[in-house]
């Protein structure tokens, strides 16, 4: 089952190009010259005219399938023009949180039997909220009892840290903001982009797994570290705090992404030439910021470790010769997380590797959570 690969984290980080593509499948359709046209989900398509007319659109999981929510937000609210809120599935519950009829709620979960998600989803439901499930496994409970939904089609993922279901579900709800937005003429250019750009997507992510030697003696650099710092903003907040948890829950390394408008307000007093700091500086519109966040970091000693676009020749010289600098492949603004969190995918790995842990069962946890 693991093939040439010692471990089912490692395969499926490996099988990313090709999960990717399984989930566009006869859902990007291409025009006659090959180009993408238009984005077809079957099991959205008597649903959409009504989550145009929501109040809101709410993205809610646990864990990893909550990064991916985030990670998408921006977009879906730029596609949709409607408000986008997060929620952790389990604070759903806790809080008693106001759902109303003309909300969609959105239910994201690889196994599709989280117990939070699932209760969440119920509850949801109770109050007459459209429930939307973007799910891995055909057949969960998840997938059973929303109105309607995507399945991802990652194919199994059977380490217990998610991969490529990440990757996966993050594209679903791109295609499900595309699908929502077909009617738009002012965002026709934008849209066209975004759908190209998913067509180099699954090349992208093969030059990104070419870091794996890269990641590797990265890894052995930081491997007795205590404590990593991980910082993104805009498209990749979600990266950081990705990348961290992925670090947490495998390489049992105590790492903490943050949101890098944030620095000043609290974490900056961490900074010194120890902690190493890994910073996601792709060119979007952050770009600026984060290369202003560089040139602060900089000035306080900081451990720099930038994750940068490849054709990007500025931000090194920004962060000096002492910083690491991660090149990877540019897409379009909105998918680039898909991308960039692929080194951070394999340094955790390779930090499990190194530390002598456990990669696809890490103390503690389990596959899916089916209790509260
Ligand atoms: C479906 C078939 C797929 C086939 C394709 C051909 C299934 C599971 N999928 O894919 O094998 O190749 O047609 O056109 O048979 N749903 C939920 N909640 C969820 C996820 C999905 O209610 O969390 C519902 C959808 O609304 C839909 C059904 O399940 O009614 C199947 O969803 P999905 O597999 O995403 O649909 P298609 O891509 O059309
Ligand atoms: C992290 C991880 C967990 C899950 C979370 C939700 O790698 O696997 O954080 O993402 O338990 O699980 P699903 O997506 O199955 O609802």
Known sequence: MKGEFEHF????????PESVVQTMMGRVV??????????????????????????????????????????VRQLMEELTELPVTLELASDVLDRRCPFFRDDTCVFISQSGETADTLKAMQYAK?????????VNTVGSAISRSTDCGVHINAGAEIGVASTKAYTCQIVAMVL?????????????????????????????????????????????????????????????????????????????????????GEMKHGPLALVDEVLPLIIVATMDDSYKKQES???QLRARGGRLILIVSEEDD??????????????VPTVEDCLQSVVNIVPLQLLSYHL???????????????????VE
């Open 9 to 16: 984290m490692k395969k499926e980080i490996h099988e990313q």
């Open 30 to 71: 291409k025009d006659m010259e090959g180009a993408a046209s238009r984005v077809f989900l079957g099991g959205m398509i008597n649903f959409v005219s009504t989550i145009r007319r929501s109040r809101r659109i709410v993205l809610c999981g646990c864990g990893t399938s909550y990064n991916s929510a985030i990670a």
């Open 126 to 134: 109770d109050r007459g909220a459209l429930c939307v499930g973007i």
């Open 176 to 260: 499900l903001s595309l699908s929502l937005s077909e009617d738009s003429m002012s965002l026709h250019s934008r849209r066209k982009r975004i759908m190209s750009s998913l067509l180099e997507l699954p090349n992208a992510i093969r030059k990104a797994l070419l870091l794996d030697a890269q990641m590797r003696e990265l890894a052995k650099e930081l491997k007795d570290e205590n404590s990593l710092l991980l910082l993104g903003r805009g498209y990749n907040y979600a990266t950081a705090l990705e990348g961290a948890l992925k670090v947490k829950e495998v390489a049992l390394l105590h790492s903490e992404g943050i949101l890098a």
């Open 293 to 295: 966040a560089v040139q």
């Open 314 to 327: 500025e931000i090194a010289k920004t962060a000096g010769d002492k910083a690491t600098i991660v090149r």
């Open 352 to 370: 499990t590797v190194l530390r002598g842990h456990n990669v696809d069962q890490p103390r503690n946890l389990a596959k899916s959570v089916t």
